[in-house]
């Protein structure tokens, strides 16, 4: 995959993860933001910060959430950036550190 490519695929699959926040920030307690091409989360209690954003060097995703770094890659058969080491999609990766910071299970 080339650069453009990449790109294009990041892009689209941000807009769609925002807009899944959006919707599921309506029942939970968290704010999404989504500006310059990164996606951030914001949560009053416990304060947190979730960050997500392309990075086109190595044409991964990466998320920062709970002190920790998952860097996800593009994977052809399933359509979506998937985490290697659990194969879970990124909308899943998230779905499960708002859950883990929330106490409460969010679907995106």
Same mark, same amino acid.
């Given at each position: 995959?080339?650069?453009?490519?990449?790109?294009?695929?990041?892009?689209? #699959?941000? @807009?769609?993860?925002?807009?899944? *926040?959006?919707?599921? /920030?309506?029942?939970?307690?968290?704010?999404?933001?989504?500006?310059?091409?990164?996606?951030?989360?914001?949560?009053?209690?416990?304060?947190?910060?979730?960050?997500? /954003?392309?990075? /086109?060097?190595?044409?991964?995703?990466?998320?920062? #959430?709970?002190?920790?770094?998952?860097? *996800?890659?593009?994977?052809? #058969?399933?359509?979506?950036?998937?985490?290697?080491? @659990?194969?879970? @999609? *990124?909308?899943?990766?998230?779905?499960?550190?708002?859950?883990?910071? @929330?106490?409460?299970?969010?679907?995106?």
């Amino acid at each position: 995959m080339d650069d453009r490519e990449f790109q294009k695929r990041a892009d689209e #699959a941000l @807009t769609q993860l925002y807009s899944a *926040l959006v919707k599921a /920030s309506d029942e939970a307690e968290f704010e999404p933001e989504f500006q310059a091409g990164a996606l951030s989360i914001e949560f009053e209690d416990p304060p947190a910060r979730f960050v997500v /954003s392309p990075n /086109s060097p190595v044409r991964q995703v990466w998320v920062s #959430a709970h002190s920790r770094s998952f860097k *996800l890659d593009w994977n052809d #058969a399933r359509a979506a950036f998937v985490l290697r080491d @659990t194969g879970q @999609t *990124l909308a899943e990766v998230i779905a499960s550190a708002i859950g883990q910071q @929330t106490g409460e299970e969010v679907s995106l």
